[in-house]
DNA sequence: ACTTTTTTAGGAATGGTTATTGATCGAAAG
DNA sequence: CTTTCGATCAATAACCATTCCTAAAAAAGT
């Protein structure tokens, strides 16, 4: 389920509370076209196409909101700005060093690490990601 | 075996080709009584005490050498500078997302990640790190 | 239509980190 | 000892991603 149809959308939307503006649907609208995990710049220059006076600023808001509601996933790498992701799916993904590339890992489960956390630690575990790097393909051809 | 002994400190500097100055040497020991997972400005802070002219430049590119020749490992939560570590042996660590505190799991051992992602993936896998968060005792109490 | 609340554009500010630069240190050679 | 010359340092500017601020605009409530 990549991409949530026009209906789920308003659906997540009203069950929040927030309002689908139309700053928000370009900003979901972008994420659609570019595919990838572009960045909230690389959202911001792609929804700047279609409406250039769209403020950074409203980007990240619009990015935050609609990760609140559930709409999309922000991933971090440490190299890296915050990257989105429209697919909220459980999976991992994996960041080449060299040029950045993000690609999915189709595939690959790990059972809950939170359970196992749990039991050698005091700390109420809220939270686990397990970042992943390496190089492309491409990359690889440069070594 | 947590806070190498002198001789290890020497050979490791010896074998990276960096000398081991006054200001690397009060960086090493300021994280050593530190005794926790301090971020860069608070090495800082504790190396002033000693040396009021040290930089704060000069404390990021010592903690970097360091790291660099394996003397310390540089550890990254989302919402957190990054956070250095004297203890090199693999294990894992969990940050209060509430007061920001960092404590060791001890015992907790997962089976290298590093292999199974190989195997649903293109791309060379070079780093895999487990980010932990959580809420510390103290912090619950507060639910 | 009027009022209240939410959202936005534009730009300034922030925090953590890196880059630059001229001064200083320090090991090795003479 | 001195000189030399690269490594390191202190100080400070620059950087980058992100957040914050504020007045204006849009949306929702009545
Ligand atoms: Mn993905
Ligand atoms: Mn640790
Ligand atoms: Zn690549
Ligand atoms: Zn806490």
């Given amino acids: 389920m990549i991409g949530s149809p026009e209906s789920d959308v308003r659906e997540m939307f009203r069950r929040s509370g927030y309002t689908l ?5 370009a ?3 972008a994420l659609q076209d ?5 960045s909230a710049e690389e959202v911001y220059l792609a929804v700047k ?25 922000a991933k971090r790498w440490s190299e ?15 960041r080449c060093t060299r040029c950045g590339k993000v690609a999915e890992i189709p595939g690959l489960k790990f059972d809950d690490f939170a359970a196992r956390i749990r039991e050698n630690t005091p700390y109420k575990v809220t939270n ?8 492309c393909p491409v990359c690889q051809m440069e070594d």
């Fill in 21 to 25: 503006t139309s700053q928000r649907r």
């Fill in 80 to 94: 890296s700005p915050v990257r989105y992701d429209l697919n909220t799916e459980p999976h991992y993904d994996i």
């Fill in 34 to 38: 570019f595919k990838g995990h572009p």
């Fill in 49 to 73: 196409k279609k409406n250039p006076k769209v403020a950074l600023g409203t980007v990240y808001q619009a990015l935050s909101v609609l990760e609140e509601i559930g709409l999309i996933e």
């Fill in 128 to 135: 686990t990601s397990l970042v992943i790097e390496g190089h």
């Fill in 27 to 29: 900003v979901l609208d």
